[in-house]
């Protein structure tokens, strides 16, 4: 799933593409349920904005002062892309139109596993309901509304858990939480009230717990992945464009840049670091102890299958030859399928990815009961 500095390099890579380009049609997917978005003219400009995991694209008309704010939430696996309508992906769902060189071309919101959703809302200043403040561009009051909320009970949960509720921490999603709390040196099972309490409501970089502040971390570690041009995502990495590049450069420089990701990773995927699946199968990775809320019955291991490389998905046309999700991304792909293995599959969210999670040997075998069982209920129904 895009985190944070992901949907800001989608908005990157949105800006630079639209920039000096007029658009003239909107089209959607046969397949989505989601509405056409009006254009508000016959000719329009495109720009990006986001706050934390939402992105914002406005659609200002050309000839007159009207701008469509359209809200998008980017599922699991959501992307953009900018191509010839000739070329468009199959699993473009939102396209907006365009003609460069006399050629038609399309901006495309592509989302294979169609979790993605988009409306239009009524101002630039709308975003999600059930989205918290932005860590980086709101953080005073990001930190007022964590600080000022503590008494709930969602606070007596362990503090790895409560990082992924977006009410809260917006634009925060797995590798960002692991990395946040091993630069912090707080155990991810021990309580998020007791993390927290101690922080002052405004903090200066000269405050002695600065170092032990998870809602500055929230913030600088995003700052610190943006401002190095890293993403988890190569293609919309903040330093590049790769959908410019011809595909044998897009592959060159996305191994490059996903070495990069790698390297800056201190926590995430690391060979020498422990992991615990919890909650609803989502792993949490971490050095020391884990804290004393772990629960009894978690699943838990050290470092990546065989001492392998972490497989670190991606967006756009490129497909890293890893381990893990991304081998099996690119035996489905040349079979002539585009479904996409996300991140969150390689942390045991999804029940297809059994077979490319750490343990997959393990896990193959309560599947293959299963389907003897259900095998043998059909023989028995067909019998009767």
């Known amino acids: 799933m895009p985190e944070l500095p992901e949907v800001r390099g989608m908005c990157t890579l949105v800006n630079n593409v639209c920039s000096g380009k007029i658009f003239s049609k909107i089209t959607k997917s046969e397949v989505t349920k989601h509405p056409l978005v009006k254009p508000p003219g016959t000719s329009f400009t495109i720009s990006a904005t986001a706050r934390g995991k939402e992105m914002k694209l406005l659609l200002t008309a050309a000839k007159k002062a009207k701008t469509t704010h359209v809200l998008f939430g980017l599922g699991m696996s959501g992307w953009w892309e900018y191509k010839p309508v000739t070329e468009m992906h199959k699993h473009a769902h939102l396209r907006f139109h365009c003609t460069q060189d006399k050629e038609e071309y399309t901006l495309s919101y592509v989302d294979a596993r169609r979790f993605g959703k988009w409306e239009e809302v009524d101002d630039a200043d709308t975003w999600g309901d059930d989205r918290g403040p932005d860590p980086i561009t709101e953080h005073a009051e990001f930190r007022k509304l964590v600080l000022g909320n503590l008494k709930k009970k969602l606070f007596d949960k362990p503090i790895c858990e409560v990082l992924l509720d977006q009410r809260y921490f917006n634009g925060m999603g797995n590798y ?3 990395e946040i709390l091993h630069r912090c040196d707080v155990q991810p099972f021990s309580s998020a009230r007791e993390a927290l309490k101690d922080l002052p409501l405004e903090q200066d970089n000269k405050d002695e717990t600065k170092d032990k502040d998870v809602l500055l971390a929230c913030k600088d570690v995003c700052t610190e992945v ?21 595909e044998e450069e897009q592959n060159e420089l996305g191994s490059t840049l996903q070495e990069q990701f790698r390297n800056w990773l201190q926590v995430y995927s690391q060979p020498d670091a ?3 699946v919890w909650p609803a199968g989502r792993r949490i990775w971490f050095q020391g102890e884990p804290g004393p809320l772990l629960p009894t019955k978690a699943k838990s291991g050290v470092g990546t299958k065989d001492g392998e490389k972490p497989s670190i998905n991606i967006g756009g046309n490129y497909v890293a030859e890893g381990t893990g999700a991304s081998r099996k991304l690119s035996k489905k792909r040349s079979s002539g399928s585009s479904t996409l293995t996300t991140d969150s599959q390689q942390d045991g969210t ?8 750490s343990s997959g040997e393990e896990e193959a075998k309560p599947v293959e009961r299963q389907t003897s069982r259900v095998t043998k209920r059909r023989r028995t129904a067909s019998q009767k």
């Open 176 to 178: 960002l939480r692991a």
């Open 226 to 246: 943006i401002q190095l041009g890293l993403s988890k995502y190569p293609a919309f990495s903040h330093k590049s464009s790769l959908e410019e590049l011809p």
């Open 274 to 276: 422990k992991w615990v």
């Open 350 to 357: 999804s029940s297809s990815s059994s077979s490319s999670s």
